[in-house]
Nanobody, 119 residues
């Protein structure tokens, strides 16, 4: 079972920054360090999309729409993946989720965390 909880969302003005966190619970049997993890987002009327991923070895990849603005990182000792989001745009407004990558492996979706960017 994938047991990840997202946090850190909020309301920010365009050009601002937020840092999202994705943590496995201490009691979880999910062996965090063995999996590639990604941040996804979904806005109303749109499909869920992968915005950034980090492998077990720390390699990262990004959607073209966020390259140069978002940075994903992981700290296995804390069972946490972060998404630093800078230069936010109104089109970044969405609910952000973390889960396994690729999408075909993702399951047990959490509540996500809402990010709203005002113009």
């Amino acid at each position: 079972q994938v047991d990840l909880v997202e946090s850190g969302g909020g309301l920010v003005q365009a050009g601002g920054s937020l840092r999202l966190s994705c943590a496995a619970s201490v009691a979880s049997r999910f062996i965090f360090s063995l999996y590639d993890i990604g941040w996804y987002r979904q806005s109303p009327g749109k499909q869920r999309e992968l915005v950034a991923g980090v492998t077990t070895g720390g390699n990262t990849n990004y959607a073209d729409s966020v390259k140069g603005r978002f940075t994903i990182s992981r700290v296995n000792a804390k069972k946490t993946v972060y998404l630093q989001m800078n230069s936010l745009k109104p089109e970044d407004t969405a609910v952000y989720y973390c889960n396994l990558v690729p999408y075909e492996r993702a399951k047990d979706w959490g509540q996500g965390t809402q990010v709203t960017v005002s113009s």
